[in-house]
């Protein structure tokens, strides 16, 4: 049976947690990052063009207001699962309630936070 490769698009504004997202994703074999932005602009005018299974956004993302954000890369990707990424626990009720599909704290341990990104990434 072939390896089911999924894509990834990676939208955060701090450029170290970008980079930390992307060493830990590229060390599976089953998933594909389709770009990255660290801006609300960057990511609309990349994933519109080239929409991914998996778009995993920063809630503090630079640009667009959030909830603008949601709405138009919704329009864009309306297949693309959307899931929030935040330091503060707080934003999982209003991501819930945005219709985003899941939310990660920044907060967790790396090896916590990989396991529920890991089982976001398995429902795709």
Not at 16 to 23: G, I, M, N, P
Not at 102 to 109: E, H, P
Request: charged share 25%.
């Amino acid at each position: 049976m072939e390896l089911q490769v999924k894509t990834i698009f990676l939208a955060e504004g701090e450029r170290h947690v970008l980079d930390a997202l992307r060493l830990r994703l590229e060390e599976r074999g089953d998933i594909e990052i389709l770009g990255e932005a660290q801006s609300a602009e960057g990511l609309l005018t990349k994933v519109c063009k080239n929409a991914p299974d998996l778009i995993l956004m920063a809630w503090e993302l630079p640009g667009i207001h959030h909830l603008r954000l949601i709405e138009a890369v919704r329009s864009c990707c309306p297949a693309a699962q959307l899931v929030e990424l935040s330091v503060k626990p707080e934003h999982e009720k209003p991501a819930k309630e945005y219709g985003l599909n899941g939310f990660i704290s920044k907060q967790l341990s790396a090896e916590s936070f990989m396991e529920l990104l890991n089982n976001f990434i398995a429902r795709i």
